[in-house]
């Protein structure tokens, strides 16, 4: 069997010069590649007693809908702005070249609830950390956060310093 990073396609210069986009489409187009994707980052779990596996939109859902559904754990998704039909919570983040908003349901978590917050791609780490604050503010608790790739020349594990932070691979460059 192949090793997960065999299945990234690297793209050069992807979205502007200088950048290598790393694409995880060929990892989900192939059983073999998206078995591994989630049973490695299932693994990155097998030692932490949780009891909901957050996602953020999208593919955050992709891998965090089969790990919870293997661990029977309830999944909540994290959502933009608009798309999510009940009260909500939201919170407000910088992109690269403007802001974002996502959203929870003021309902999804509960109080002293352990939380594990699944996506496929750290980068500069807002998404994520505007998805942590949410959960909080509902009263859950963040036990781990993992990832299939995290881009460590963006720097956004720093930015999520007070948390366990773990990805399955990991590339130096943006």
Known sequence: MKKLEEYV???PDFPEPGIIFRDITTILQDPDGLHLAIQSMQDKLK???FDVVVGTES???????????NLHKAFVP???KGKLPCETVSMEYDLEYGSA???MHKDSIKPGQKV????DLVATGGT????????????GEVVKVV???ELAGLKGRERLKGYEVESVLCYDGK
Do not use: C, N
Not at 59 to 69: E, L, M, S, W
Not at 116 to 119: A, K, R
Not at 128 to 139: F, M, N, Q
């Open 9 to 11: 396609r690297s793209i």
């Open 47 to 49: 030692d932490t007693e």
């Open 59 to 69: 593919r955050g859902f992709i891998f965090g809908v089969p790990i919870a559904y």
């Open 78 to 80: 994290v959502r933009k």
């Open 101 to 103: 908003v996502i959203e």
């Open 116 to 119: 594990v917050l699944v996506d």
């Open 128 to 139: 994520i950390e505007a998805a942590i604050k949410l959960v909080e503010e509902l009263g």
């Open 147 to 149: 990832f299939l790739m």
